[in-house]
Structure formats: structure tokens, C-alpha cells
């Protein structure tokens, strides 16, 4: 079954390339896939293998996965899987999950090494933290964490598995984790200040693939609930729309904005201004989506939800 999902967003014209900007690396991307939190250590070998078929006899030019790929055992070599199988360049940043069984450091690490010798897979938070896709579009990868300052942190008592199975977070209390996932956080802001403007300025179309939602609003459904003052500081990137919103507004010529993510599993789209949309994938645990974005005219995408 195929579910369009197309409609139309607004945009402001750009301003003329000036001399010391970079010169653009030059793509003509027309589609890419999209794909997030496919938590490929719920699938067997056989049905991974399946997946990659499938995913290899869809149309697109390049990749994306939000994070929440896997787990820290199988991250790497999960990778490596897609690369051999699809022979396209794939970006990806990575989610709470990917580090399961791990601490941030290790992973780091290891996807440093594994990435010096595969030429397709591009850790897009890395410098210099996006990729231009064509002419209009270009794409900036975060590995941004939920901050803890949507909803009430000081009254949840919600614990996730983060706290239980990544290293860094397991003999931390309540306050000191708090305190983590706001340097995650803020580290993920400032690659997102640093980027976004150069960005903005030059291209009709930014694409933000970000593994956590920047705003309460994207974390639910409009049909579902929305997720209580428990669940939100661990659902919701506060600190990355605030950020966002205030870089879009300093560049009232600039282009537009569509924040890509995932995390909470519920599918979501908010239009927070005329230039700024949110998009959550929905996601299913040993059912992973594949969704398809035609970049040909970025202002007005065209999303299709390729259903199994
Ligand atoms: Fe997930
Ligand atoms: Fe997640």
C-alpha cells in the first residue's frame, strides 16, 4: 500500500551566493529514502536480508536513517550490511539505542574506523556536518539527545533502558543524568548554530536529520495523546527548537526548513511557522519503514510512505 503524503509550504526567495561562501560540492539528487529507527537487531539475519532487497529495488539516490539503527553489537556491522547491499551513499546520525551495551566514546570510535574505509556511509554529525544533495536542497545530520526541559523531569520517575544499558548513563542519579543529557543536548545545538545559517542562506531547502523531536508538539500524533509531563523531557529536544526558531528568524530570506526525526515512534507532522515543518517517522519494532522524499521540488515535498 502506498500513502501519499504531499502538501505545500511556503518560502522566502534566497539571497544571491556571495564570493567567500564555499563553493557547493555539485549533486543533482531528485529522491531520497528515508528510513528511522529500524532497530535492526529485532530482525533476524534472513529478514534483514530481505529488508536490504527491497530497499535496493526502491528508487532513490541517497539514504537517510535517523538514528536508533540498532544496538552497539550490531551498529557496525548492520551498517556494513546496507553499504554492501544498496551501493548508494547513506547518511546517518544515531539515536539513544545505538549505544546500548556501550559507552558514547567506544562507538564513536569504532564508526570512526569502520568509516575511513567505507566511502558510502556518511556519519553526518562529523564535519562538516551536512552534505548538499542538489542546487536547492541540502542536509545536516545532529546526533542530538532529548534535554529534560519539556514536561516535568523533577516529578518523573519514568527510566528508560538509555539509563540502564549505555555505560556513561548507568551509575548516575537522577540529577547527574539530567545533567548529560543536557551537554548532549547543547553540544548538539551548537552544531546546529553553527550549520543552519550558512545553510539557510544558500539553499531553498534545509533538511535537519535529527534521532529526537525539537518540539513538544512533534512528540505525539494528532490523533494519540499527547505524551505526559513524565515522558516529554525524555521525548523532546527543547533546546534544539528554541535554537532553531531563533536562526530561522535571524535569516527572514533564507530557506526553508524540514526537521526529519524519529525516537518517539509516532508519526507526526507540525508546521511550527511557514518555514519550519516537523516530521516524525512512525516506527515499528521488526517492521521497519521506508519512506521516500522527491527532492525535485523541495518547497512542496513529496513524501510517500512505502508501507509493508
Ligand atoms: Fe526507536
Ligand atoms: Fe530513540
Not at 547491499?85 to 546500548?100: Q, S, T, W
Not at 539553499?203 to 536529520?209: N, P, S
Request: glycine share 4%; net charge negative; aromatic share 8%.
Amino acid at each position: 500500500m502506498i500513502i501519499s503524503l504531499a502538501e505545500e509550504s511556503s518560502f522566502a526567495p534566497l539571497e544571491p551566493r556571495t564570493t567567500n561562501q564555499p563553493a557547493w560540492k555539485d549533486c543533482h539528487y531528485s529522491k531520497l529514502a528515508w528510513l528511522s529507527d529500524i532497530h535492526l537487531d529485532f530482525l533476524e539475519s534472513a529478514q534483514r536480508t530481505t529488508f536490504y532487497r527491497r530497499l535496493a529495488a526502491i528508487q532513490f539516490d541517497y539514504l537517510l536513517i535517523t538514528g536508533d539503527i540498532a544496538t552497539s553489537h550490531e551498529l557496525i556491522s548492520v551498517l556494513n550490511e546496507l553499504s554492501d547491499a544498496l551501493r548508494r551513499p547513506i547518511g546517518f546520525v544515531l539515536g539513544n539505542h545505538d549505544f546500548y551495551d556501550s559507552s558514547f566514546c567506544a562507538i564513536r570510535s569504532e564508526l570512526e574506523k569502520t568509516l575511513a574505509s567505507n566511502p558510502h556511509l556518511h556519519w553526518l554529525s562529523q564535519p562538516p556536518g551536512y552534505v548538499v544533495l542538489n542546487s536547492d536542497v541540502a542536509l545536516m545530520g545532529i546526533d542530538s539527545w532529548a534535554d529534560g526541559r519539556a514536561g516535568d523531569y523533577q516529578n518523573s520517575s519514568v527510566v528508560l533502558n538509555d539509563h540502564l544499558r549505555i555505560h556513561d548513563m548507568q551509575h548516575l542519579g537522577k540529577y547527574e543524568r539530567l545533567q548529560l543529557m543536557q551537554q548532549l543536548a547543547d553540544d548538539a545545538e551548537a552544531e546546529l548554530r553553527r550549520n543552519l545559517p550558512k545553510l539557510l542562506s544558500h539553499f531553498k531547502t534545509v533538511l535537519i536529520a535529527s534521532h529526537v523531536p525539537l518540539f513538544a508538539e512533534s512528540c505525539h500524533d494528532a490523533s494519540d495523546v499527547l505524551p505526559d509531563d513524565a515522558y516529554l523531557p525524555h521525548f523532546c529536544w527543547q533546546s534544539g527548537g528554541t535554537a532553531l526558531q531563533e536562526e530561522v528568524s535571524e535569516y527572514p530570506s533564507g530557506g526553508h526548513v524540514i526537521a526529519l526525526c524519529g525516537h518517539t515512534h509516532r508519526h507526526a507532522q507540525v508546521d511550527i511557522s511557514p518555514r519550519i515543518q516537523i516530521r516524525v517517522s512512525k516506527a515499528t519494532y521488526g517492521n521497519p519503514l521506508i519512506h521516500v522524499l522527491d527532492l525535485t521540488k523541495p518547497t512542496i515535498p513529496q513524501f510517500t510512505l512505502l508501507d509493508t
